[in-house]
């Protein structure tokens, strides 16, 4: 504060400036444009599974054009081994497949077609991200083997493989460490990759550190494990060469549904999921003879879809949203005429359907009454959302609003800490005034007469529709005691109960602080847990002192600013904010959930309690 700014002059720009990296060495500099971000695994869309899905889509590539029904998968402490049965990459080609950009038979049409892995970047950014890369390909009794380190070429071997060693690839990597820091696979997120490889690819078998993954029945398999109790009527499905989809209601308000291209989950959907929205509603409203809004007529929906195309492009590198527009008119008349015909045979299901449509009707009516009287409430009150201190830029802002983020805290204290510190043009706060209502087991006009709620709700700009979510990233900043978990707890339950796909999108993170500051007289170090402060104070000697931190309040606003700024990419020792982000295993168990822990089975939880109860109470 006051120091003295000094400016520098500006870098020359000349033939000296320009650079040429050799081989892999580009995608070493700028990971994050090949796989996005790196994280330490504790994200299901970091670094470590991207390389982890590159080398199995390669595999499955093969199965999908009748090439090898079997993958074999190991992951031992980082380690990744792969083995298919498919043709083998070609020998005299393996050192340039899996090492040289822009090269791959992904690009021929006669070969692969509707790939899912890219075999132009996807391999060669897995080789030169990782510490350790190791190919193999087996091909009519002969072999050939290619090593690497760090994306440089190690070693090579060409001859005869072992006999009995059926034809395909083998592939072996470590995700380097100096790139993603200390990191770990956590294999429930990966089991969930791998049943969605076998929901989209039926009769493929995957071995996985001896766990079996198959599916028979492909999407009604993944549609039946995903629903909880029993849906309003059969499973409706269809198939042809480029679309498959299954699908039913629930008595649920919200629509889920579950988007694959090319075997790639779209979590954030796409052309293909607004067209088929729009294919079911005119399927409908034709069968009908109606006008049915597409709210009621998608309300309680759960789909499972998955298209195929030649040529898909994505809004990102790590695919997680469809751009196509040409496959959006095809989609929609074959859903339109594939439901029409299906009602035409099922008209039970029809009046079933009719039913549901009418009850969303009238829930959305009763909705938005209590959202008017909100409205002209709001209106009397302020023109300003109480509690919030808002950003400048928002998602609606484009690039400058890209990284926005509003953090929830827990009282004015928290708050205070981080108003002086934050990023005005890109984080906002809402301060809670204590802990929040439990909203499990209310209804949406509830959340309109919780006047706290409610204003979270128009700061976050979700009261009308939640595509018009105003920040990138909603995160919960709570003390690190009983108190804060429960205030937690009960914000999840809001979203989840409301605002579910705020949660599945990956929008909505735990903010970690530090519990312990470790220091002497010359150096300053932040821990988050026992294991590191005692690293820490045996680094830094006899004279170094540690200092609790009990509530986000007793962090000093210099200090806290450090742990709200963007952490460097790429840099495992950057201080930088840490991010938790609130991810779900299976939607089928967030109902289950949530009544054990936030419903009224008040003995079953005190009993649970009782004999789950740490050693250590934090008072």
């Known amino acids: 504060m006051g120091g003295k700014v000094t400016k520098q002059a500006p870098a020359v720009y000349d033939e000296a400036s320009i650079q040429h990296l050799e081989g892999l060495e580009h995608i070493r500099r700028r990971p994050g444009m090949y796989i996005g971000s790196l994280g330490d695994g504790s994200d299901e869309n970091d670094g470590i599974y991207i390389l982890l899905k590159e080398g199995i889509d390669n595999a499955v590539d093969e199965f999908s054009q009748g090439f090898g029904d079997t993958i074999a998968i190991d ?14 990459i070609p020998l005299g080609k393996l050192e340039d497949c899996v090492s040289k950009t822009n090269t791959g038979a992904k690009y021929n049409d006669s070969v692969f077609k509707q790939s899912i892995g890219m075999n ?19 091909r009519d009794g002969k072999m050939a083997v ?13 001859g005869n493989a072992k006999a009995g060693q059926k034809d395909g690839t083998y592939l072996e990597f ?31 078998k995957i071995i996985c550190n001896g766990t079996e993954y198959f599916s028979s029945n492909g999407l009604t398999d993944l549609l039946s494990k995903e629903i909880d109790g029993t849906p309003l009527y059969p499973l409706c499905s269809y198939k042809d060469s480029m679309l498959e989809f299954v699908c039913t209601h629930t008595n649920e308000l919200e629509k889920r549904i579950y988007s694959y291209v090319n075997g790639q989950e779209t979590m954030d959907g796409g052309t293909h999921v607004t067209a088929f929205l729009d294919g079911f509603t005119k399927g409908i409203n034709d069968f009908f003879g109606k006008d049915y809004d597409i709210k009621d007529v998608t309300g309680g929906l759960t789909v499972a879809l998955k298209i195929s195309i030649d040529n898909p492009m994505f809004t990102s590198q790590t695919k997680n949203k469809l751009g196509n527009v040409e496959i959006r008119s095809p989609i929609i008349k074959t859903v339109q005429a594939a439901l029409d015909d299906w009602l035409r045979h099922n008209s039970a299901a029809a009046g079933a359907i009719e039913e549901k449509i009418i009850r969303n009707h009238k829930a959305h009516e009763e909705i938005n009454g209590v959202k008017k009287e909100a409205r002209e409430a709001a209106k009397k009150i302020s023109l300003k959302i109480p509690k919030l201190k808002d950003c400048r830029y928002h998602v609606q802002d484009g690039k400058n609003g890209e990284n926005s983020m509003i953090f929830v805290t827990e009282g004015d204290s928290a708050t205070g800490s981080m108003v002086g510190c934050r990023d005005v043009k890109t984080q906002a706060i809402f301060s809670l005034r204590g802990k929040p209502e439990n909203m499990f087991g209310r209804k949406p006009k509830d959340i309109y007469k919780n006047e706290e709620l409610y204003n979270l709700m128009m700061a976050l700009g979700i009261q009308e529709d939640i595509s018009n979510l105003r920040y990138s990233k909603i995160i919960i900043a709570t003390d690190a005691d009983n108190d804060g978990y429960h205030i937690r707890n009960l914000m999840l339950t809001f979203f989840l109960g409301f605002f579910e796909e705020l949660v599945t999108s990956g929008r909505v993170f735990i903010l970690e602080t530090p519990l312990f500051r470790v220091r002497n007289k010359t150096t300053t170090c932040y821990c988050y847990d026992e294991a590191s402060r005692d690293k820490q104070l045996k680094a830094l000697g006899a004279g170094a002192e540690v200092t609790r931190f009990k509530g986000l309040g007793e962090i000093n606003p210099d200090e806290f600013g450090q742990f709200i700024r963007e952490r460097k990419d790429g840099d495992p020792e950057d201080v930088g904010m840490h991010l938790t982000p609130v991810s779900i295993r299976s939607l089928k168990m967030v109902p289950k959930v949530l009544q054990f822990y936030m419903g009224k089975n008040t003995p079953e939880r005190k009993d649970f309690i009782v004999h789950h109860l740490s050693a250590d109470i934090d008072a």
Not at 78 to 84: A, T
Not at 183 to 190: D, I, L
């Open 174 to 204: 470590v995700p380097d460490a100096e790139v993603f820091g200390k990191y770990a696979y956590n294999m429930e997120m990966v089991e969930k990759r791998l049943w969605n490889y076998v929901y989209l690819n039926p009769g493929l």
């Open 75 to 88: 992951i031992t402490e980082g380690r990744v081994k792969i083995r298919d049965y498919g043709r083998g």
């Open 146 to 158: 290619v090593e690497f380190e760090r994306g440089i070429k190690k070693s090579e071997k060409l």
């Open 120 to 138: 132009g970047v996807g391999i060669k950014a897995t080789n030169a991200l990782s510490s350790y890369f190791r190919a193999a390909s087996i």
